[in-house]
Nanobody, 124 residues
Framework: ELQLVESVGGFVQPGGSLRLSCAAS????????MAWFRQAPGEEREGIAG???????RYVDCVKGRYPISLDIATNTQYLQMNSLKPEDPAMYYC??????????????????WGQGTQVTVSS
């Protein structure tokens, strides 16, 4: 069974930065990909960035240019570098693994494995 372990989130001031990591333990089948989702209170969980093992990345508009995603293939660890954090960014952030289309379409229904979630708070 694949397990995903996320780093601890944190409290950041607007305009600040934070890097999240997610280490996958276990075998990731060929053709799979990794992604980040987030869920704010009272909102649905949404995909924000995905990356496949060829290094192709996709982002939703609200984080494009601010949240570069990366993947260390040797350790099956993905990272989300969160820059220029805004007051609308606080949420639980979740690591995800699923078939390659998951990273392209960023739909929750394509996710096969979830991390435990990590809280990111943005406030002055």
């Amino acid at each position: 069974e694949l397990q995903l372990v996320e780093s601890v989130g944190g409290f950041v001031q607007p305009g600040g930065s934070l890097r999240l990591s997610c280490a996958a333990s276990g075998y990731i089948p060929s053709g799979y990909a990794m992604a980040w989702f987030r869920q704010a209170p009272g909102e649905e969980r949404e995909g924000i960035a995905g990356i496949n093992f060829d290094g192709d990345a996709r982002y939703v508009d609200c984080v494009k240019g601010r949240y570069p995603i990366s993947l260390d293939i040797a350790t099956n660890t993905q990272y989300l570098q969160m820059n220029s954090l805004k007051p609308e960014d606080p949420a639980m952030y979740y690591c995800a693994v699923g078939p390659r289309p998951m990273a392209e379409l960023l739909r929750t229904r394509d996710v096969l494995y979830w991390g435990q979630g990590t809280q990111v708070t943005v406030s002055s």
